[in-house]
């Protein structure tokens, strides 16, 4: 699997929030561009960067492995699960997909599980990512809260 900078996750997702609908007359057609809010361009970038931080603690994990310490196999999957779920939830969110609030009330819940499983680690890399995952859970949690009140 291919790393992406998160800087350029975020400009992928960014490219595809913008609405492809145009508005007008046929002789005068220009595009629609829907903004997000506030709230999902931090979850979407939070995401995103919390995708890239748990590729990262994934790696790091499969190396201890190789060394013969065992106890990272667990953690190993759950980064790889989260990374994975954290970057489908920014595409949805960034590009309003029909199931983006479930999805980021799944992402919160597992960034949540991760995050718990890396910190129990004294590592740098582990406790970053634990830290990436805090602020997604926070961000996806924060988004929600906002449909809620609507």
Do not use: Y
Not at 1 to 19: F, N, Q
Not at 49 to 73: D, V, W, Y
Not at 100 to 120: F, N, P, V, Y
């Amino acid at each position: 699997m291919r790393l992406v900078s998160a800087s350029a996750l975020v400009l992928t997702l960014s490219i595809m929030a913008a609405d492809p609908t145009t508005t007008g007359s046929a002789q005068e057609t220009k595009p629609v561009v829907h903004k997000l809010t506030a709230e999902q361009e931090d979850c979407v970038k939070t995401a995103a960067s919390c995708a890239l931080q748990c590729e990262i603690c994934q790696r790091h994990c499969s190396n201890l492995l190789a060394a013969g310490e065992t106890k990272h196999a667990n953690t190993m999957r759950l980064c790889q699960d989260c990374a994975e779920f954290c970057s489908l939830s920014a595409r949805l969110v960034a590009r309003r997909g029909p199931t983006w609030q479930l999805s980021i009330d799944t992402c919160a819940k597992i960034c949540d599980a991760c995050a718990k499983r890396c910190q129990e680690f004294k590592d740098d890399h582990m406790q970053r990512c634990g830290k990436s995952c805090q602020d997604c859970a926070k961000s996806c949690r924060a988004l929600l809260a906002t449909v809620k009140k609507k």
